[in-house]
């Protein structure tokens, strides 16, 4: 009894795949049909725009053109693998696994039934193969897995990249020469010829010439804040909040050079003879110190005020 319904059912898929294909070859052809007239509408398109100088709205409507004459040549070679599958359904149907010499045809048509909406009969093939070899075999073909045998030219044509810039212009040149446009592609040539960061480099140059800028206004913005620095006790919450290891180095270096500058005083003709930019620079230096002298005061009495809290809460723990 499991042996006739194995053979009914292998007889109901054949008949199953044998209809399914033969109304995918009839959709091709009407399609291939409507395609062709549509395309020579498109050419003439854009024979008049050349004609009327408009090359930009010609350069854009060409790679619909190409896009469509690709789906033309793959559903040409979908329609070949259809016809062949078509007439060995009964080897399909003799052996378990895919046979060698079909497997590029089924493999093509099941990568190419997901992509080809109007075609849904392709589907229903792609589900018999899935019912038949099992849905590994068909999400190998559908991932272009390298154990495929998916036919690179189909894969090409009916990839959704943009076509490249020489495609174009090939193709705009033929329908130039097809209606007898007298068509200087010198403008289109140059066009194509930039790279997209060639259109975005003035962009680029400003936006750098204005972070060179900010930086150059952060740095004075910074040098005035230091030479105007208020010595009051703000100013010690300020770097109590945020101490640095730069402020205590800072503090010991101005320290050094204090000391310094009292076993060796120099003579007041020097003093006087100081350019006045080393002078701002000193005094910049002597209110950082002060500063950071603060700071480091003011955080010794908060710890000094810290651990005497502590001290009294223990205190008060060990008398409750």
Not at 5 to 33: D, E, P, V, W, Y
Request: glycine share 2%.
């Amino acid at each position: 009894m499991a042996m006739l319904n194995q053979l009914f059912n292998r007889g109901l898929l054949g008949a199953k795949c044998k209809t399914c294909l033969t109304l995918a070859i009839s959709r091709i052809k009407l399609l291939q049909n409507k395609r062709d007239v549509q395309l020579k509408l498109m050419r003439k398109e854009i024979a008049e725009f050349l004609q009327a100088g408009q090359e930009a709205i010609a350069r854009i409507r060409v790679e619909h053109i190409i896009r469509e004459q690709n789906t033309w040549e793959a559903y040409e070679i979908l329609e070949l693998f259809c016809e062949f599958v078509l007439a060995r359904v009964p080897i399909l149907e003799s052996q378990r696994e895919c046979p060698t010499e079909l497997r590029e045809a089924v493999a093509s048509i099941i990568f190419s039934a997901p992509r080809c909406s109007d075609l849904p009969d392709l589907l229903h093939v792609r589900n018999l193969f899935a019912a038949k070899y099992g849905k590994e075999f068909i999400a190998a073909a559908s991932e272009l897995r390298p154990d495929t045998s998916v036919n690179r030219t189909i894969i090409e044509k009916l990839s959704v990249s943009a076509p490249p810039a020489d495609v174009k212009l090939k193709v705009l040149k033929a329908i130039a020469l097809e209606y007898n446009v007298n068509w200087d592609s010198t403008k289109t040539e140059r066009e194509f010829s930039k790279n997209p960061e060639d259109l975005l480099n003035g962009p680029k140059q400003i936006a750098a010439q204005h972070h060179k800028d900010s930086r150059l206004e952060v740095r004075k913005d910074w040098s005035a804040d230091q030479s105007t620095a208020p010595l009051n006790g703000n100013q010690g919450e300020h770097y109590l909040q945020s101490p640095t290891l730069s402020s205590t180095s800072f503090v010991e270096t101005g320290r050094a050079e204090s000391s310094t500058r009292d076993q060796n005083p120099k003579p007041t003709n020097e003093i006087k003879n100081l350019n006045p930019q080393s002078s701002d620079a000193l005094q910049r230096a002597r209110a950082a110190i002060t500063a950071a002298e603060r700071a480091s005061a003011a955080a010794r009495a908060a710890a000094e005020l810290v651990n005497a809290r502590f001290t009294s809460f223990k205190q008060e723990e060990r008398k409750i």
